[in-house]
């Protein structure tokens, strides 16, 4: 059963930083894309970041600079990293992954979400 299971979520300070992770099971783990999406209240999901197979990056505008993501394929896990924290970075973290090796095929398997939460 392929299974995303995210983790690190928190309440913070702005300015403070968090790392979220993100275990996936029950497929080869470095054959598909992989992303950060977030949702905050009363608003639609954001995709906030990519990686695909080819080691290709993206981010959302509004977290260039501050979000890093990476994966380590020996533990089947993706990270993102968040430093500088802000309060509109508020809102629950999904981990998805895509349904090819690109970013370009839709987006088919998703975990539970971790919520980040940032005062300010």
Do not use: H
């Amino acid at each position: 059963q392929m299974r995303l299971v995210e983790s690190g979520g928190g309440s913070v300070q702005a300015g403070e930083s968090l790392r979220l992770s993100c275990v996936a099971s029950g497929y080869t783990y470095n054959a598909y894309a992989m992303g950060w999406f977030r949702q905050a209240p009363g608003k639609e999901r954001e995709l906030v970041s990519t990686l695909d197979t080819g080691g290709k990056i993206t981010y959302v505008d509004s977290v260039k600079g501050r979000f890093t993501i990476s994966k380590d394929n020996s533990v089947n896990t993706l990270y993102l990293q968040m430093n500088n924290l802000k309060p509109d970075d508020t809102g629950m973290y999904y981990c998805a992954r895509a349904a090819g090796a690109t970013t370009g095929v839709g987006w088919n398997v998703w975990g539970q979400g971790t919520q980040v939460t940032v005062a300010s």
